[in-house]
């Protein structure tokens, strides 16, 4: 493990002559370990570290390259920390940090706290990025294609025997919306209560390894998936995004990328289980047995 002191002071333009107090390991992601730096002085002045395993970028099919252009092109909008440090080799980051809350699903889903996730919604998805990068349909299949390379008897119990038909699922709604190109925005993906910070009335999104450009519906899904949002706000969600009912056709394609995303992030718990220590391969195993429980209960709907 790093020192992540000597490391900031290593790597990081201006921070060579800074003094800091005594780092505090942060629990906080599941895939890096983070850090809170507060430096000595007057002026307070506190930074997050992420430091990564370069390793898992490649296992996980976490782009580096891109998550930089997406921290460069979201600091315009205001709905992210300060990015102060970036290395896209290794995707250690050390940003500023936010003093606000967290709050648990279950706080979350009170209709101040969705408004103001889905402000922040509306805001990111009125940008757009000019990177090319792989959609979340390129990584299901290089996820199909490797995840039994990764202890497979852990993966056994977590991944249904009937995935290739999922998959094959996924693969013709993708194409039934390859045409609706325009439609796509830059989109976080992994909006769970642990990556929104609620401060000043303001909701900000934090960890945004695994962006992209997607349809929309896609992040609100994974929001309404990772949250464990009831039908009732789901509803609300919908309705207020939208600014409206949505019609029969946006109904059916909210449920379509429910399963787009449960089926990705079913597959990332079990790759994860299957790559991680011990300790946590109970929540990766329990986790992606949800989504793919979501998976297959979405699939009877839309079949």
Same mark, same amino acid.
Request: with cysteine.
């Given at each position: 493990?790093?020192?992540?002191?000597?490391?900031?002071?290593?790597?990081?333009?201006?921070?060579?002559?800074?003094?800091?107090?005594?780092?505090?390991?942060?629990?906080?992601?599941?895939?890096n370990n983070c850090?809170?730096?507060?430096?000595?002085?007057?002026?307070?002045?506190?930074?997050?570290?992420?430091?990564?395993?370069?390793?898992?970028?490649?296992?996980?099919?976490?782009?580096?390259?891109?998550?930089?252009?997406?921290?460069?092109?979201?600091?315009?909008?205001?709905?992210?920390?300060?990015?102060v440090f970036m290395?896209?080799?290794?995707?250690?980051?050390?940003?500023?940090?936010?003093?606000?809350? +967290?709050?648990?699903? #279950?706080?979350?889903?009170? @209709?101040?706290?969705? %408004?103001?996730? $889905? &402000?922040?919604?509306?805001? !990111?998805?009125?940008?757009?990025?000019?990177?090319?990068?792989?959609?979340?349909?390129?990584?299901?299949?290089?996820?199909?294609?490797?995840?039994?390379?990764?202890?497979?008897?852990?993966?056994?119990?977590?991944?249904?025997?009937?995935?290739?038909?999922?998959?094959?699922?996924?693969?013709?709604?993708?194409?039934?919306?390859?045409?609706?190109?325009?439609?796509?925005?830059?989109?976080?993906?992994?909006?769970?209560?642990?990556?929104?910070?609620?401060?000043?009335?303001?909701?900000?999104?934090?960890?945004?390894?695994?962006?992209?450009?997607?349809?929309?519906?896609?992040?609100?899904?994974?929001?309404?998936?990772?949250?464990?949002? +009831?039908?009732?706000? #789901?509803?609300?969600?919908? @309705?207020?995004?939208? %600014?409206?009912? $949505? &019609?029969?056709?946006?109904? !059916?394609?909210?449920?379509?990328?429910?399963?787009?995303?449960?089926?990705?992030?079913?597959?990332?718990?079990?790759?994860?289980?299957?790559?991680?220590?011990?300790?946590?391969?109970?929540?990766?195993?329990?986790?992606?047995?949800?989504?793919?429980?979501?998976?297959?209960?979405?699939?009877?709907?839309?079949?």
């Open positions: 493990m790093i020192d992540p002191v000597s490391f900031v002071k290593e790597h990081v333009p201006g921070f060579e002559e800074k003094t800091f107090k005594k780092p505090i390991y942060l629990e906080l992601g599941l895939t850090y809170l730096l507060e430096v000595e002085g007057e002026t307070p002045e506190k930074y997050v570290l992420r430091v990564c395993n370069p390793n898992k970028n490649r296992i996980l099919q976490i782009d580096r390259d891109l998550e930089k252009v997406v921290n460069d092109t979201i600091v315009a909008i205001g709905i992210s920390p300060k990015v290395d896209p080799e290794t995707g250690s980051l050390l940003t500023e940090y936010i003093e606000g809350t +967290t709050h648990e699903a #279950e706080i979350l889903r009170n @209709k101040k706290n969705l %408004d103001l996730v $889905i &402000d922040g919604m509306k805001k !990111l998805h009125s940008v757009k990025i000019d990177k090319e990068h792989k959609s979340t349909y390129d990584v299901i299949e290089e996820y199909n294609r490797k995840y039994k390379t990764y202890e497979p008897d852990k993966m056994s119990s977590i991944v249904p025997d009937s995935i290739d038909k999922y998959v094959q699922k996924a693969l013709e709604i993708k194409n039934k919306y390859a045409g609706h190109d325009s439609d796509q925005v830059l989109c976080h993906l992994d909006l769970t209560w642990q990556n929104l910070i609620f401060a000043s009335n303001q909701c900000y999104f934090i960890d945004w390894e695994y962006a992209k450009m997607a349809d929309p519906m896609l992040d609100i899904a994974g929001f309404a998936i990772h949250n464990w949002l +009831t039908p009732n706000d #789901e509803k609300y969600l919908l @309705k207020t995004y939208f %600014d409206e009912e $949505i &019609d029969d056709s946006q109904t !059916l394609k909210y449920k379509e990328m429910k399963f787009v995303w449960a089926l990705k992030e079913g597959f990332w718990a079990a790759i994860q289980s299957g790559i991680q220590n011990k300790e946590k391969c109970d929540f990766y195993r329990d986790w992606g047995k949800q989504c793919f429980d979501h998976v297959e209960t979405i699939y009877e709907m839309i079949k």
